[in-house]
């Protein structure tokens, strides 16, 4: 079935640093990608998003990128603050079979060390 | 997100018994969805539907019901079949199926045995 694989599971950086976070998609139908920012206890919030036709999008110190060959994208945070410090989680939307839903990956912590 | 309401915030529940979250949402979306959450872990879909009278299971869909009756309420009945309920329940909704566009979550509902 769909998977959506991410790495890695937990992430700590220097504030300042760049963090980098990677998912894998396996249903090549998939066309659109968002990401998701959850604060503890908290609903997932929507950060950034790519659909299939992009490579690359920037919203700030936030972007992602989108290798449809390879079926990969990636977030990318530069100058990371205390304030990042939440669970990230990658999706991706596809139309296997007709029917519409988003596979989540697992979920990356990120610890922003000031 | 203020378009989608989940009540109650909290939730007992005690052996044998049914117990229903509710998931009402004013965006005019056609799908919405539901996930369970454990502590530390990713997002799980239990059911999701894309049109009203209609509904699919997700990937842990026993000991779980769900109706749509109306386009804005998509409520969960998690049944005493569930034998380890205690989770973090979201419940989210996203446009016309086709478009690619993000799911809005609520606030989730945080589901105890007593």
């Known amino acids: 079935g769909e998977n959506v694989e991410q790495h890695p599971s937990t992430l700590s950086v220097q504030e300042g640093d760049s963090a980098v976070i990677k998912c894998t998609y396996s249903?090549?139908?998939?066309?659109?990608f968002p990401w998701y920012k959850q604060e503890l206890g908290k609903r997932p919030q929507l950060i950034i998003d790519?659909?299939?036709?992009?490579g690359e999008k920037k919203d700030q110190r936030i972007a992602v990128t989108l290798n449809k060959t390879a079926k990969h994208f990636s977030l990318h945070i530069t100058e990371t603050q205390p304030e990042d410090s939440a669970v990230y989680f990658c999706?991706?939307?596809?139309?296997?079979?007709?029917?519409?839903?988003?596979?989540f990956g697992t979920g990356t912590r990120l610890k922003v060390l000031a | 997100d203020g378009g989608i309401t989940q009540s109650p915030k909290y939730l007992f529940r005690k052996e044998g018994q049914n117990v229903t979250l509710s998931c009402e949402q004013n965006?005019?979306?056609?799908?919405m969805y539901w996930y369970r959450q454990d502590p530390g872990q990713g997002l799980r879909l239990i059911y999701y539907?894309?049109?009203?009278?209609?509904?699919q299971k997700g990937d842990i869909a026993e000991g779980y019901s769900v109706s749509r009756e109306k386009k804005e309420s998509f409520p969960l009945t998690v049944t005493s079949a569930q034998k380890n309920p205690t989770a973090f329940y979201l419940c989210?909704?996203?446009?016309?199926?086709?478009?690619?566009?993000?799911?809005?979550f609520g606030d989730g509902t945080r589901l105890s045995i007593l």
């Open positions: 989210a909704s996203s446009g016309r199926r086709e478009v690619s566009q993000p799911q809005h």
């Open positions: 249903d090549s139908a998939s066309n659109y």
């Open positions: 790519i659909r299939s036709n992009v």
């Open positions: 999706a991706a939307k596809g139309s296997t079979s007709g029917t519409y839903k988003y596979i």
């Open positions: 965006l005019n979306h056609d799908a």
């Open positions: 539907s894309q049109i009203v009278n209609d509904f």
